[in-house]
C-alpha cells in the first residue's frame, strides 16, 4: 500500500523541547517537503529537498532543522528556537519540483 | 513580492449548481497551476494540473482554466453535491524550484 506516512497523528511538547516530526515515503519520490498550516491560513513551506542528501530552506525555515540521509525519510525537528511551533505539520513528496504533490495525513503539534 | 490570491474566503452555494473559484496571482510566471482539495484535519488531495500552454482541462465534474495574460485561474465544479464542501487549494511552481499555495477556499455546497 503505497503512500506517504506522517507519525503521530497529534504530539504534545513542553515549552523549550526539541520534537522531531516523523516523515515517511515509499513512492519513490525524489522530492520532499515540509509545510506548516495554521487556523485560517494557507500552507507554509519550511523546508524542501530535492534528492537525498540536500534540502533547500522554504520561506519560515527559522527554528527548523531536516535532514534527508534516506531517499523514502526526510524528518523535521522543531527547535525551542521556534517562537510559536503550535500548528498543523504536513509533509508531501512529488516525483520532482513542480509536480503533483502527495500529502501525509497531518501532525498536530501542540506546545504548552 | 509574488502573490497568490484566492477570490474569498468562503463560497456557499446550492446543490446541483456550479461553483467557481477563483485564483489569482502576481509577479509569477508559472510553468503550471494545481488545485487540491483539503478536508478538515487532513492533508490536502492533488485534483488537477494544467500547463501554461494549456487553456482548459477537465476530469468529470471538474473544470480548471489558466489564462496568463489575466493571470488568473478558475476551478469550476458542475452539479455540485455535498460531498464537495471542502476547503480548495491552487498552487503555483516557483521559478520551478517549489510550489508555492494559495490560502485557499473554503466551499460549502448546500443540500
Known amino acids: 500500500d503505497g503512500g506517504i506516512t506522517q507519525s503521530p497523528k497529534y504530539l504534545f511538547r513542553k515549552e523549550g523541547q526539541n520534537v522531531t516530526l516523523s516523515c515517511e515515503q515509499n513512492?519513490?519520490?525524489?522530492?520532499m517537503y515540509w509545510y506548516r498550516q495554521d487556523p485560517g491560513q494557507g500552507l507554509r513551506l519550511i523546508y524542501y529537498s530535492q534528492i537525498v542528501n540536500d534540502f533547500q530552506k522554504g520561506d519560515i525555515a527559522e527554528g527548523y532543522s531536516v535532514s534527508r540521509e534516506k531517499k523514502e525519510s526526510f524528518p523535521l525537528t522543531v527547535t525551542s528556537a521556534q517562537k510559536n511551533p503550535t500548528a498543523f505539520y504536513l509533509c508531501a513528496s512529488s516525483t520532482s519540483i513542480g509536480n503533483e504533490q502527495y500529502f501525509g495525513p497531518g501532525t498536530r503539534l501542540t506546545v504548552t | 513580492s509574488q502573490k497568490i490570491e484566492q477570490n474569498s474566503e468562503a463560497l456557499n452555494i446550492q446543490e446541483g449548481k456550479t461553483a467557481t473559484l477563483t485564483c489569482n496571482y502576481t509577479?509569477?510566471?508559472?510553468?503550471?497551476l494545481q488545485w487540491y482539495r483539503q478536508d478538515p484535519g487532513r492533508g490536502p488531495v492533488f485534483l488537477l494540473l494544467?500547463?501554461?500552454?494549456?487553456k482548459e482541462k477537465r476530469k468529470e465534474r471538474l473544470k480548471v482554466t489558466f489564462d496568463t495574460t489575466l493571470k488568473q485561474s478558475l476551478f469550476h465544479i458542475t452539479a455540485s453535491q455535498p460531498a464537495d464542501s471542502a476547503t480548495y487549494l491552487c498552487?503555483?511552481?516557483?521559478?520551478?524550484?517549489?510550489?508555492?499555495f494559495g490560502a485557499g477556499t473554503r466551499l460549502t455546497v448546500k443540500p
Open positions: 509577479n509569477y510566471s508559472p510553468a503550471y
Open positions: 494544467i500547463r501554461e500552454n494549456e
Open positions: 513512492l519513490n519520490h525524489d522530492a
Open positions: 498552487a503555483l511552481d516557483r521559478n520551478n524550484n517549489d510550489m508555492r
